[in-house]
């Protein structure tokens, strides 16, 4: 099971960085492919956490939420800005 849940984070990680390339090339804006990447990135987090419940994989999935926060909360303000 633990091997089929880290393979299932893998896929997760590499769809989300398909995703947002994507989603760069067709909406030529930064944040909302930053959400969206940042949004894969926590799901795969969460996956590697159910799959092997250690404090490494709590503070990595803990990490990557703050980051996540951090980066929407910095581009929106940046964005108010700007308009």
Do not use: E
């Not at 947002?20 to 969460?46: H, M, Y």
């Not at 956490?49 to 929106?76: D, E, Q, V």
């Amino acid at each position: 099971m633990t091997a089929l849940l880290r393979q299932a984070a893998l896929l997760v990680t590499l769809i989300g960085l398909l995703s947002a390339v994507c989603a760069v090339l067709r909406l030529r804006r930064v944040q909302p492919t930053i959400a969206l990447l940042t949004d894969f990135l926590l799901a795969a987090g969460l996956i590697r956490l159910a799959a092997a419940p250690s404090w490494t994989s709590l503070a990595i999935a803990a990490m990557t939420a703050a980051i996540r926060m951090l980066l929407n909360a910095g581009l929106r303000a940046l964005a108010a800005r700007h308009a």
